[in-house]
Protein backbone atom coordinates (compact mmCIF):
# COMPACT_ATOMS: atom_id res chain seq x y z
CA UNK A 1 0.00 0.00 0.00
CA UNK A 2 1.21 3.60 -0.95
CA UNK A 3 0.35 6.97 0.30
CA UNK A 4 0.91 9.18 -2.92
CA UNK A 5 0.69 12.93 -2.25
CA UNK A 6 0.36 15.14 -5.69
CA UNK A 7 1.75 18.30 -4.75
CA UNK A 8 3.31 21.66 -6.34
CA UNK A 9 7.26 21.44 -6.68
CA UNK A 10 7.31 23.93 -2.76
CA UNK A 11 4.93 20.76 -0.62
CA UNK A 12 8.04 18.42 -0.43
CA UNK A 13 9.52 21.10 1.52
CA UNK A 14 6.62 22.44 3.54
CA UNK A 15 6.51 18.68 4.59
CA UNK A 16 9.59 19.06 6.40
CA UNK A 17 9.87 22.83 7.42
CA UNK A 18 6.55 23.62 9.43
CA UNK A 19 4.05 21.44 8.44
CA UNK A 20 3.43 20.43 11.87
CA UNK A 21 2.05 16.30 12.84
CA UNK A 22 -1.23 15.88 13.77
CA UNK A 23 -0.12 13.50 17.02
CA UNK A 24 0.27 16.47 18.97
CA UNK A 25 -3.31 16.13 19.98
CA UNK A 26 -3.31 12.87 21.29
CA UNK A 27 -1.64 14.36 24.66
CA UNK A 28 -4.85 16.95 24.79
CA UNK A 29 -6.45 13.26 25.38
CA UNK A 30 -10.66 12.26 25.86
CA UNK A 31 -13.50 13.54 27.16
CA UNK A 32 -16.73 15.04 25.73
CA UNK A 33 -15.96 17.20 22.69
CA UNK A 34 -15.93 21.12 23.91
CA UNK A 35 -18.35 21.53 20.71
CA UNK A 36 -20.87 19.44 22.24
CA UNK A 37 -20.16 16.11 20.30
CA UNK A 38 -21.86 13.17 21.31
CA UNK A 39 -21.25 10.01 23.43
CA UNK A 40 -21.01 7.63 19.96
CA UNK A 41 -17.34 9.60 18.89
CA UNK A 42 -13.80 7.47 19.07
CA UNK A 43 -11.55 10.10 21.10
CA UNK A 44 -8.01 9.90 21.86
CA UNK A 45 -6.79 8.75 25.15
CA UNK A 46 -5.94 10.93 28.02
CA UNK A 47 -2.09 9.88 28.16
CA UNK A 48 0.11 10.33 31.85
CA UNK A 49 2.86 12.20 28.67
CA UNK A 50 0.22 15.03 28.48
CA UNK A 51 3.07 17.60 28.76
CA UNK A 52 3.18 21.79 28.85
CA UNK A 53 2.56 23.31 25.41
CA UNK A 54 0.83 20.73 22.38
CA UNK A 55 3.62 18.65 22.38
CA UNK A 56 3.90 14.92 22.30
CA UNK A 57 6.88 13.33 23.26
CA UNK A 58 7.63 9.77 21.49
CA UNK A 59 7.58 7.77 24.40
CA UNK A 60 3.98 8.61 25.02
CA UNK A 61 3.45 5.91 22.09
CA UNK A 62 1.95 2.69 23.00
CA UNK A 63 4.15 -0.52 23.13
CA UNK A 64 2.00 -2.29 20.78
CA UNK A 65 1.55 0.71 18.61
CA UNK A 66 -0.05 3.81 17.99
CA UNK A 67 -3.31 4.93 19.04
CA UNK A 68 -6.12 6.60 17.44
CA UNK A 69 -5.16 10.53 17.16
CA UNK A 70 -1.60 9.78 16.16
CA UNK A 71 -0.17 10.06 12.84
CA UNK A 72 0.40 6.58 11.31
CA UNK A 73 -2.49 4.59 12.87
CA UNK A 74 -3.97 3.90 10.39
CA UNK A 75 -2.06 1.34 8.11
CA UNK A 76 -3.07 1.22 4.30
CA UNK A 77 -6.04 3.09 2.11
CA UNK A 78 -6.43 5.97 4.15
CA UNK A 79 -8.80 8.02 2.01
CA UNK A 80 -8.19 11.13 -0.01
CA UNK A 81 -7.87 14.67 0.35
CA UNK A 82 -7.57 17.60 -2.56
CA UNK A 83 -7.14 21.28 -1.38
CA UNK A 84 -6.05 24.47 -2.74
CA UNK A 85 -3.24 24.95 -0.28
CA UNK A 86 -1.15 22.52 0.81
CA UNK A 87 -0.61 22.62 4.31
CA UNK A 88 -4.40 22.27 4.92
CA UNK A 89 -4.07 19.30 2.69
CA UNK A 90 -1.12 17.80 4.63
CA UNK A 91 -3.61 18.39 7.60
CA UNK A 92 -6.23 17.17 6.37
CA UNK A 93 -4.02 13.86 5.40
CA UNK A 94 -2.94 13.47 8.72
CA UNK A 95 -6.20 13.27 10.49
CA UNK A 96 -7.37 10.74 8.12
CA UNK A 97 -3.95 8.58 9.22
CA UNK A 98 -4.45 9.18 12.53
CA UNK A 99 -7.81 7.24 12.47
CA UNK A 100 -10.27 10.70 11.74
CA UNK A 101 -12.67 10.59 9.75
CA UNK A 102 -13.51 12.72 6.57
CA UNK A 103 -15.62 15.27 8.94
CA UNK A 104 -12.81 15.80 11.34
CA UNK A 105 -10.60 16.11 8.76
CA UNK A 106 -12.34 18.69 6.94
CA UNK A 107 -12.87 20.21 10.35
CA UNK A 108 -9.15 20.49 10.95
CA UNK A 109 -8.49 21.53 7.11
CA UNK A 110 -10.75 24.34 7.21
CA UNK A 111 -9.31 25.90 10.57
CA UNK A 112 -6.01 25.36 9.28
CA UNK A 113 -7.27 27.90 6.12
CA UNK A 114 -7.41 30.38 8.21
CA UNK A 115 -3.92 30.13 8.82
CA UNK A 116 -2.70 28.93 5.85
CA UNK A 117 -4.63 31.53 3.16
CA UNK A 118 -6.11 33.92 5.25
CA UNK A 119 -6.70 35.60 1.33
CA UNK A 120 -10.07 32.89 0.96
CA UNK A 121 -10.43 32.14 4.48
CA UNK A 122 -10.11 33.09 8.12
CA UNK A 123 -12.51 32.58 11.42
CA UNK A 124 -14.54 35.62 10.18
CA UNK A 125 -15.34 33.38 7.22
CA UNK A 126 -17.81 31.07 6.12
CA UNK A 127 -19.25 29.27 3.29
CA UNK A 128 -21.11 25.87 2.86
CA UNK A 129 -20.32 22.27 2.93
CA UNK A 130 -21.93 18.89 1.53
CA UNK A 131 -21.47 15.87 4.02
CA UNK A 132 -22.11 11.97 3.55
CA UNK A 133 -22.82 9.26 6.18
CA UNK A 134 -22.65 5.71 3.82
CA UNK A 135 -23.32 4.32 7.55
CA UNK A 136 -26.42 6.38 8.20
CA UNK A 137 -27.34 6.70 4.70
CA UNK A 138 -27.20 10.22 5.09
CA UNK A 139 -25.80 13.43 3.06
CA UNK A 140 -26.82 16.59 4.34
CA UNK A 141 -26.03 20.07 3.40
CA UNK A 142 -24.08 22.49 6.37
CA UNK A 143 -24.51 26.33 5.03
CA UNK A 144 -22.85 28.71 7.12
CA UNK A 145 -23.37 31.62 4.88
CA UNK A 146 -22.19 34.77 6.78
CA UNK A 147 -24.55 37.72 6.75
CA UNK A 148 -23.83 41.35 6.93
CA UNK A 149 -23.16 42.99 10.37
CA UNK A 150 -25.44 45.24 11.83
CA UNK A 151 -23.24 47.18 14.95
CA UNK A 152 -21.72 50.65 14.89
CA UNK A 153 -21.30 51.68 11.52
CA UNK A 154 -17.47 51.79 10.08
CA UNK A 155 -15.82 52.37 6.74
CA UNK A 156 -15.81 48.63 6.12
CA UNK A 157 -19.19 46.48 5.99
CA UNK A 158 -18.20 43.10 7.65
CA UNK A 159 -19.86 39.77 7.46
CA UNK A 160 -20.61 37.91 10.67
CA UNK A 161 -18.36 35.11 11.85
CA UNK A 162 -19.42 32.08 10.86
CA UNK A 163 -16.91 29.11 10.14
CA UNK A 164 -16.11 28.54 13.78
CA UNK A 165 -20.15 27.83 13.87
CA UNK A 166 -20.54 25.97 10.93
CA UNK A 167 -17.64 23.85 11.69
CA UNK A 168 -19.15 22.94 14.96
CA UNK A 169 -22.63 21.74 13.54
CA UNK A 170 -20.56 19.77 11.16
CA UNK A 171 -18.26 17.67 13.37
CA UNK A 172 -20.75 17.73 16.57
CA UNK A 173 -23.20 15.78 14.10
CA UNK A 174 -20.62 13.40 12.36
CA UNK A 175 -16.55 13.90 14.12
CA UNK A 176 -14.94 10.78 15.41
CA UNK A 177 -11.75 12.70 17.16
CA UNK A 178 -12.10 15.38 20.04
CA UNK A 179 -12.74 18.58 19.27
CA UNK A 180 -9.62 19.37 20.46
CA UNK A 181 -7.81 17.38 18.43
CA UNK A 182 -9.33 19.17 15.07
CA UNK A 183 -8.63 22.45 16.19
CA UNK A 184 -4.98 21.86 17.23
CA UNK A 185 -3.15 21.89 13.93
CA UNK A 186 -4.46 24.92 13.42
CA UNK A 187 -3.59 26.60 16.50
CA UNK A 188 -0.33 25.03 16.14
CA UNK A 189 0.39 26.37 12.95
CA UNK A 190 -0.33 30.27 14.27
CA UNK A 191 1.50 29.64 17.62
CA UNK A 192 4.86 27.63 16.34
CA UNK A 193 4.53 29.24 12.79
CA UNK A 194 4.35 27.62 8.86
CA UNK A 195 6.31 28.08 5.73
CA UNK A 196 4.15 30.24 3.54
CA UNK A 197 3.21 28.12 0.44
CA UNK A 198 3.18 29.17 -2.98
CA UNK A 199 -0.78 29.54 -3.46
CA UNK A 200 -0.80 32.00 -0.77
CA UNK A 201 2.39 33.97 -1.36
CA UNK A 202 0.42 34.30 -4.72
CA UNK A 203 -2.48 35.63 -3.05
CA UNK A 204 -0.64 38.17 -0.65
CA UNK A 205 2.04 39.91 -3.69
CA UNK A 206 -1.42 40.33 -5.82
CA UNK A 207 -3.00 42.24 -3.08
CA UNK A 208 -0.20 43.79 -0.88
CA UNK A 209 -0.67 47.46 -1.87
CA UNK A 210 -4.18 48.07 -0.74
CA UNK A 211 -3.58 45.21 2.17
CA UNK A 212 -0.70 46.90 3.97
CA UNK A 213 -2.58 50.13 4.11
CA UNK A 214 -4.09 48.17 7.30
CA UNK A 215 -1.22 48.31 10.29
CA UNK A 216 -2.25 45.22 11.54
CA UNK A 217 -2.34 43.66 7.74
CA UNK A 218 0.93 44.85 7.27
CA UNK A 219 2.67 44.12 10.61
CA UNK A 220 2.09 40.25 10.22
CA UNK A 221 2.47 40.19 6.07
CA UNK A 222 4.92 42.18 5.81
CA UNK A 223 9.02 41.67 6.06
CA UNK A 224 11.39 44.02 7.65
CA UNK A 225 11.64 45.88 4.22
CA UNK A 226 7.97 46.44 4.05
CA UNK A 227 7.87 44.31 0.64
CA UNK A 228 5.04 41.14 1.15
CA UNK A 229 6.66 38.01 3.16
CA UNK A 230 7.24 35.25 0.05
CA UNK A 231 6.70 31.42 -0.40
CA UNK A 232 8.81 29.67 2.28
CA UNK A 233 8.40 32.37 4.47
CA UNK A 234 8.03 31.29 8.16
CA UNK A 235 5.13 33.02 9.14
CA UNK A 236 4.36 32.83 13.27
CA UNK A 237 0.80 34.55 14.21
CA UNK A 238 0.32 34.42 18.39
CA UNK A 239 -2.69 36.59 18.06
CA UNK A 240 -4.50 34.37 15.92
CA UNK A 241 -2.94 31.25 18.50
CA UNK A 242 -4.85 32.52 21.22
CA UNK A 243 -7.98 32.96 19.42
CA UNK A 244 -7.93 29.43 18.21
CA UNK A 245 -6.47 28.28 21.76
CA UNK A 246 -9.86 29.70 23.56
CA UNK A 247 -11.56 27.70 20.38
CA UNK A 248 -9.87 24.75 20.95
CA UNK A 249 -10.14 24.44 24.54
CA UNK A 250 -13.40 25.69 25.23
CA UNK A 251 -15.49 25.41 22.05
CA UNK A 252 -16.89 27.61 18.89
CA UNK A 253 -19.25 29.72 21.23
CA UNK A 254 -16.25 31.31 23.01
CA UNK A 255 -16.75 33.62 19.87
CA UNK A 256 -19.90 33.87 20.04
CA UNK A 257 -21.09 35.03 23.72
CA UNK A 258 -19.08 36.14 26.60
CA UNK A 259 -16.44 37.75 27.66
CA UNK A 260 -14.75 37.25 24.79
CA UNK A 261 -17.26 37.84 22.07
CA UNK A 262 -17.39 41.14 23.43
CA UNK A 263 -13.81 41.61 22.99
CA UNK A 264 -14.56 40.41 19.52
CA UNK A 265 -17.09 43.15 18.72
CA UNK A 266 -14.54 45.86 19.83
CA UNK A 267 -11.68 44.33 17.88
CA UNK A 268 -13.93 44.51 14.99
CA UNK A 269 -14.76 48.06 15.45
CA UNK A 270 -11.38 48.92 15.49
CA UNK A 271 -10.65 47.56 12.08
CA UNK A 272 -13.47 50.01 10.74
CA UNK A 273 -16.12 46.41 11.00
CA UNK A 274 -19.65 46.44 11.85
CA UNK A 275 -20.46 43.83 14.60
CA UNK A 276 -22.79 43.45 17.33
CA UNK A 277 -23.52 41.58 20.18
CA UNK A 278 -26.77 40.48 19.17
CA UNK A 279 -25.30 39.21 15.67
CA UNK A 280 -23.04 36.86 17.18
CA UNK A 281 -25.24 35.30 19.65
CA UNK A 282 -28.15 35.48 16.87
CA UNK A 283 -25.92 33.52 14.16
CA UNK A 284 -26.73 30.07 13.24
CA UNK A 285 -25.84 27.82 10.61
CA UNK A 286 -28.30 25.68 9.03
CA UNK A 287 -27.78 21.84 8.83
CA UNK A 288 -30.40 20.96 5.97
CA UNK A 289 -31.27 18.69 3.06
CA UNK A 290 -29.48 18.77 -0.15
CA UNK A 291 -30.89 19.22 -3.51
CA UNK A 292 -30.90 15.58 -4.87
CA UNK A 293 -30.86 14.42 -8.43
CA UNK A 294 -31.36 10.94 -9.73
CA UNK A 295 -29.13 10.18 -12.90
CA UNK A 296 -28.87 5.91 -13.81
CA UNK A 297 -27.89 4.57 -10.19
CA UNK A 298 -26.78 7.38 -9.06
CA UNK A 299 -27.54 10.50 -6.41
CA UNK A 300 -26.16 13.81 -7.20
CA UNK A 301 -26.13 16.30 -4.46
CA UNK A 302 -25.82 20.16 -4.78
CA UNK A 303 -26.38 22.54 -1.96
CA UNK A 304 -29.42 24.82 -1.11
CA UNK A 305 -29.95 28.54 -0.82
CA UNK A 306 -27.98 30.98 0.22
CA UNK A 307 -25.34 28.43 -1.42
CA UNK A 308 -27.05 29.46 -4.73
CA UNK A 309 -24.29 27.77 -7.17
CA UNK A 310 -26.42 24.68 -6.14
CA UNK A 311 -29.57 25.38 -7.93
CA UNK A 312 -27.24 26.57 -11.05
CA UNK A 313 -25.02 23.67 -11.00
CA UNK A 314 -28.34 20.67 -10.24
CA UNK A 315 -29.87 22.96 -13.45
CA UNK A 316 -26.53 22.52 -15.63
CA UNK A 317 -26.91 18.93 -15.04
CA UNK A 318 -30.36 18.08 -15.34
CA UNK A 319 -29.62 19.54 -18.79
CA UNK A 320 -26.80 17.42 -19.54
CA UNK A 321 -28.22 14.23 -18.58
CA UNK A 322 -32.03 15.20 -20.34
CA UNK A 323 -32.92 14.19 -23.64
CA UNK A 324 -31.40 10.72 -23.63
CA UNK A 325 -28.45 11.65 -22.22
CA UNK A 326 -27.75 14.90 -23.88
CA UNK A 327 -24.07 14.95 -23.32
CA UNK A 328 -22.90 11.69 -23.20
CA UNK A 329 -24.34 10.92 -26.62
CA UNK A 330 -22.74 13.85 -28.20
CA UNK A 331 -19.96 14.12 -30.56
CA UNK A 332 -16.68 15.93 -28.65
CA UNK A 333 -17.07 18.47 -30.71
CA UNK A 334 -20.50 19.51 -30.12
CA UNK A 335 -19.98 18.81 -26.01
CA UNK A 336 -18.34 22.12 -26.44
CA UNK A 337 -21.36 23.99 -27.68
CA UNK A 338 -24.12 21.62 -25.85
CA UNK A 339 -21.88 22.92 -22.45
CA UNK A 340 -22.08 26.42 -24.16
CA UNK A 341 -25.34 26.45 -24.16
CA UNK A 342 -26.71 25.20 -20.89
CA UNK A 343 -23.95 27.74 -18.92
CA UNK A 344 -25.93 30.51 -20.81
CA UNK A 345 -29.30 29.04 -19.85
CA UNK A 346 -28.58 28.41 -16.33
CA UNK A 347 -26.83 32.18 -15.48
CA UNK A 348 -29.99 33.85 -17.33
CA UNK A 349 -32.54 31.36 -15.44
CA UNK A 350 -30.65 32.54 -12.21
CA UNK A 351 -31.95 36.26 -12.70
CA UNK A 352 -35.48 35.02 -12.59
CA UNK A 353 -35.68 32.81 -9.40
CA UNK A 354 -32.70 34.93 -7.14
CA UNK A 355 -34.17 36.67 -4.10
CA UNK A 356 -32.74 39.06 -1.87
CA UNK A 357 -30.45 37.12 0.92
CA UNK A 358 -29.95 34.97 -2.31
CA UNK A 359 -32.71 32.96 -1.61
CA UNK A 360 -35.33 31.72 -4.18
CA UNK A 361 -38.59 33.41 -4.68
CA UNK A 362 -39.79 29.57 -6.01
CA UNK A 363 -39.33 26.29 -4.96
CA UNK A 364 -35.90 24.64 -5.56
CA UNK A 365 -37.45 21.33 -6.45
CA UNK A 366 -39.45 22.94 -8.99
CA UNK A 367 -36.09 24.99 -10.63
CA UNK A 368 -34.05 21.56 -10.74
CA UNK A 369 -36.45 19.44 -12.51
CA UNK A 370 -36.57 17.75 -15.60
CA UNK A 371 -39.76 19.66 -16.70
CA UNK A 372 -37.65 22.77 -16.20
CA UNK A 373 -34.83 21.78 -17.81
CA UNK A 374 -36.29 20.75 -20.52
CA UNK A 375 -38.26 24.28 -21.15
CA UNK A 376 -35.20 25.74 -20.58
CA UNK A 377 -33.41 23.75 -23.40
CA UNK A 378 -36.93 24.01 -26.16
CA UNK A 379 -35.37 26.66 -28.24
CA UNK A 380 -31.51 24.93 -28.37
CA UNK A 381 -29.96 25.09 -31.51
CA UNK A 382 -27.44 22.23 -31.87
CA UNK A 383 -25.59 24.62 -34.94
CA UNK A 384 -26.16 27.79 -33.48
CA UNK A 385 -25.76 29.83 -30.15
CA UNK A 386 -28.78 31.34 -28.77
CA UNK A 387 -28.80 35.43 -28.26
CA UNK A 388 -28.32 36.01 -24.63
CA UNK A 389 -31.21 38.46 -24.95
CA UNK A 390 -33.45 35.71 -25.98
CA UNK A 391 -32.77 34.25 -22.58
CA UNK A 392 -33.03 37.48 -20.49
CA UNK A 393 -34.39 40.36 -22.35
CA UNK A 394 -34.10 42.89 -19.31
CA UNK A 395 -30.64 42.87 -20.11
CA UNK A 396 -29.43 42.55 -16.18
CA UNK A 397 -26.10 41.43 -15.33
CA UNK A 398 -24.84 40.11 -12.01
CA UNK A 399 -21.44 40.47 -10.78
CA UNK A 400 -19.55 38.18 -8.65
CA UNK A 401 -15.72 38.28 -7.41
CA UNK A 402 -13.33 35.95 -8.05
CA UNK A 403 -13.04 34.76 -4.76
CA UNK A 404 -12.85 32.30 -1.69
CA UNK A 405 -11.24 27.89 -1.81
CA UNK A 406 -12.35 25.03 -2.04
CA UNK A 407 -11.18 21.27 -0.75
CA UNK A 408 -12.46 17.73 -0.67
CA UNK A 409 -11.96 14.91 1.89
CA UNK A 410 -13.02 11.25 1.97
CA UNK A 411 -12.23 8.57 4.81
CA UNK A 412 -11.29 4.73 3.85
CA UNK A 413 -15.07 3.68 5.11
CA UNK A 414 -16.27 6.56 2.46
CA UNK A 415 -17.46 9.53 4.91
CA UNK A 416 -17.03 12.47 2.90
CA UNK A 417 -17.20 16.25 2.92
CA UNK A 418 -16.69 19.01 0.04
CA UNK A 419 -16.59 22.79 1.35
CA UNK A 420 -16.58 25.71 -0.43
CA UNK A 421 -15.35 28.61 1.96
CA UNK A 422 -15.35 32.28 1.18
CA UNK A 423 -14.62 35.72 2.46
CA UNK A 424 -16.77 37.47 -0.75
CA UNK A 425 -13.21 39.08 -1.67
CA UNK A 426 -9.97 38.20 -1.44
CA UNK A 427 -8.70 39.35 1.46
CA UNK A 428 -12.13 40.35 2.88
CA UNK A 429 -12.16 43.65 3.86
CA UNK A 430 -8.26 44.02 3.87
CA UNK A 431 -8.39 44.15 7.71
CA UNK A 432 -7.60 42.40 10.66
CA UNK A 433 -9.37 42.68 13.88
CA UNK A 434 -6.61 44.41 16.30
CA UNK A 435 -5.09 41.90 18.60
CA UNK A 436 -7.13 38.46 17.01
CA UNK A 437 -5.10 38.17 14.23
CA UNK A 438 -8.43 37.54 12.23
CA UNK A 439 -9.16 38.86 8.83
CA UNK A 440 -12.41 40.91 8.28
CA UNK A 441 -14.90 38.82 5.98
CA UNK A 442 -16.55 41.14 3.72
CA UNK A 443 -20.02 41.85 4.12
CA UNK A 444 -22.36 40.10 1.31
CA UNK A 445 -23.88 43.74 0.41
CA UNK A 446 -22.77 43.79 -3.70
CA UNK A 447 -20.62 44.78 -5.75
CA UNK A 448 -20.03 41.04 -6.41
CA UNK A 449 -19.51 40.15 -3.02
CA UNK A 450 -22.10 37.93 -2.81
CA UNK A 451 -22.41 33.33 -2.36
CA UNK A 452 -23.70 32.97 -6.24
CA UNK A 453 -20.37 30.51 -6.70
CA UNK A 454 -20.74 28.86 -3.37
CA UNK A 455 -21.99 25.57 -3.49
CA UNK A 456 -19.99 22.12 -3.65
CA UNK A 457 -20.98 18.58 -5.11
CA UNK A 458 -21.24 15.55 -4.20
CA UNK A 459 -21.77 11.94 -6.04
CA UNK A 460 -23.25 8.93 -4.13
CA UNK A 461 -24.81 5.30 -5.26
CA UNK A 462 -28.15 5.25 -4.42
CA UNK A 463 -28.63 1.79 -3.87
CA UNK A 464 -24.93 1.25 -1.30
CA UNK A 465 -24.80 4.70 -0.03
CA UNK A 466 -21.06 4.31 -1.59
CA UNK A 467 -18.82 7.75 -1.90
CA UNK A 468 -18.65 7.99 -5.76
CA UNK A 469 -17.18 11.81 -6.30
CA UNK A 470 -16.73 14.90 -4.83
CA UNK A 471 -16.05 18.41 -6.25
CA UNK A 472 -15.27 21.79 -4.89
CA UNK A 473 -14.28 24.75 -7.32
CA UNK A 474 -13.42 28.62 -6.39
CA UNK A 475 -13.52 31.54 -8.78
CA UNK A 476 -16.74 33.29 -8.55
CA UNK A 477 -18.87 33.17 -11.88
CA UNK A 478 -15.51 30.83 -13.05
CA UNK A 479 -16.73 27.84 -10.51
CA UNK A 480 -20.07 26.51 -11.14
CA UNK A 481 -19.30 26.42 -15.03
CA UNK A 482 -15.88 24.45 -14.34
CA UNK A 483 -17.24 22.34 -11.41
CA UNK A 484 -19.82 21.15 -13.64
CA UNK A 485 -17.13 20.90 -16.85
CA UNK A 486 -15.43 18.77 -14.65
CA UNK A 487 -18.07 16.43 -13.17
CA UNK A 488 -19.68 16.05 -16.69
CA UNK A 489 -15.95 15.10 -18.55
CA UNK A 490 -15.84 12.38 -15.74
CA UNK A 491 -19.05 10.76 -15.05
CA UNK A 492 -20.72 11.17 -18.26
CA UNK A 493 -17.85 11.24 -20.87
CA UNK A 494 -15.58 8.35 -18.66
CA UNK A 495 -12.50 10.45 -18.71
CA UNK A 496 -9.92 10.03 -16.12
CA UNK A 497 -10.22 13.22 -13.50
CA UNK A 498 -6.76 14.39 -13.48
CA UNK A 499 -6.92 14.34 -17.26
CA UNK A 500 -9.90 16.73 -16.85
CA UNK A 501 -9.13 18.88 -14.41
CA UNK A 502 -5.89 20.05 -16.31
CA UNK A 503 -8.39 20.72 -19.74
CA UNK A 504 -9.12 24.06 -20.85
CA UNK A 505 -11.76 26.24 -19.30
CA UNK A 506 -14.39 28.28 -20.59
CA UNK A 507 -17.34 30.54 -19.20
CA UNK A 508 -20.54 31.54 -21.54
CA UNK A 509 -22.13 34.58 -20.28
CA UNK A 510 -25.59 35.09 -21.42
CA UNK A 511 -25.43 39.00 -20.93
CA UNK A 512 -23.07 40.36 -22.83
CA UNK A 513 -23.23 37.16 -25.00
CA UNK A 514 -19.67 35.77 -25.14
CA UNK A 515 -17.74 32.59 -24.08
CA UNK A 516 -14.47 33.29 -22.20
CA UNK A 517 -12.26 30.60 -23.08
CA UNK A 518 -8.79 30.18 -21.33
CA UNK A 519 -6.36 31.59 -23.03
CA UNK A 520 -3.66 28.67 -23.46
CA UNK A 521 -3.05 26.37 -27.00
CA UNK A 522 -5.69 24.19 -26.06
CA UNK A 523 -7.93 26.76 -25.02
CA UNK A 524 -7.30 28.16 -28.52
CA UNK A 525 -8.85 25.12 -30.24
CA UNK A 526 -11.84 25.09 -27.87
CA UNK A 527 -12.35 29.03 -29.17
CA UNK A 528 -12.03 27.86 -32.41
CA UNK A 529 -14.91 25.07 -32.25
CA UNK A 530 -17.15 27.98 -30.54
CA UNK A 531 -16.29 30.20 -33.00
CA UNK A 532 -17.46 27.92 -35.91
CA UNK A 533 -20.65 27.90 -34.26
CA UNK A 534 -21.34 31.52 -34.36
CA UNK A 535 -20.14 32.30 -30.68
CA UNK A 536 -18.52 35.07 -30.08
CA UNK A 537 -15.21 34.02 -28.47
CA UNK A 538 -12.48 36.18 -25.91
CA UNK A 539 -9.22 34.95 -24.31
CA UNK A 540 -9.15 34.60 -21.07
CA UNK A 541 -6.75 33.85 -18.08
CA UNK A 542 -8.38 31.44 -16.24
CA UNK A 543 -7.99 31.69 -12.53
CA UNK A 544 -10.63 29.86 -10.61
CA UNK A 545 -9.76 26.31 -9.42
CA UNK A 546 -11.15 22.80 -8.93
CA UNK A 547 -10.40 20.09 -6.36
CA UNK A 548 -12.26 16.76 -7.06
CA UNK A 549 -11.97 13.32 -5.31
CA UNK A 550 -13.60 10.38 -8.16
CA UNK A 551 -13.80 6.50 -6.63
CA UNK A 552 -15.60 4.84 -9.71
CA UNK A 553 -15.80 1.50 -7.83
CA UNK A 554 -17.70 3.00 -4.91
CA UNK A 555 -16.00 3.98 -1.28
CA UNK A 556 -15.80 1.63 0.66
CA UNK A 557 -16.05 -0.60 -2.38
CA UNK A 558 -17.48 -3.46 -1.37
CA UNK A 559 -16.07 -7.04 -2.82
CA UNK A 560 -14.85 -4.60 -6.33
CA UNK A 561 -10.94 -3.06 -6.10
CA UNK A 562 -10.66 -0.13 -3.92
CA UNK A 563 -9.54 2.66 -6.51
CA UNK A 564 -9.74 6.20 -6.02
CA UNK A 565 -8.52 9.06 -8.30
CA UNK A 566 -7.74 12.25 -6.33
CA UNK A 567 -6.53 15.80 -8.24
CA UNK A 568 -6.09 19.24 -7.57
CA UNK A 569 -6.25 22.24 -9.93
CA UNK A 570 -2.71 22.58 -12.21
CA UNK A 571 -3.16 26.47 -12.39
CA UNK A 572 -2.89 26.66 -8.43
CA UNK A 573 -0.11 25.22 -6.17
CA UNK A 574 -2.73 23.01 -4.04
CA UNK A 575 -1.85 19.23 -3.12
CA UNK A 576 -3.72 15.86 -3.20
CA UNK A 577 -3.05 12.68 -1.84
CA UNK A 578 -4.19 9.36 -1.37
CA UNK A 579 -3.31 6.01 -0.84
CA UNK A 580 -3.02 3.12 -3.47
Not at 263 to 277: F, K, N, P, W
Not at 337 to 365: C, V, Y
Not at 459 to 479: E, H, I, M
Request: aromatic fraction near 6%; hydrophobic fraction near 45%; charge should be neutral.
Amino acid sequence: MRHLTHFSDETERLQGKGAFPLNLVSALGAGKSSAGNSGRKTLGRVTACALAGLLVLSGCLEEEGLAVGEIGYVAGFFGGVAAEEPNAALVGRDVLTAGGSAVDAATAMAFALSVTMPSAASLGSGGACIVHDPGLGITEAITFIPTPGTGQKGDRPTAVPALARGMAAMHSRYGRLDWRQVVAPAEQMARLGHRISRAFARDLARAAKPLFEDREARRIFADASGAPITEGTLLVQPDLAGVLGRVRASGAGVLYNGPFARALVDAYRGAGGQLSMSDLKGYRPKVEPTLVLAHQDSEVHFTPPPAAAGITQAQMWQMLTGGDERYASAEPAQRVHLMAEIMKRALADRKNWLAQGFLSTKPAIDLISSEHAEELMADYDANAPTPGTSLDPSGRQLFEVISGTGFVVADREGNAVACNLTMFNRFGTGRVAPGTGIMLAAAPTGRGRNPLAVGPMVVVSANTFAFRFGVAASGGPLAPAALIHVAAETLLAGRDLGSVIADPRYLALDIPTQVLVEKTQAGQEIGAILSQKGHKVESFDWIGQVTALHCPNGLPAAEKKQVCRVAHDPRGAGLSSVAE
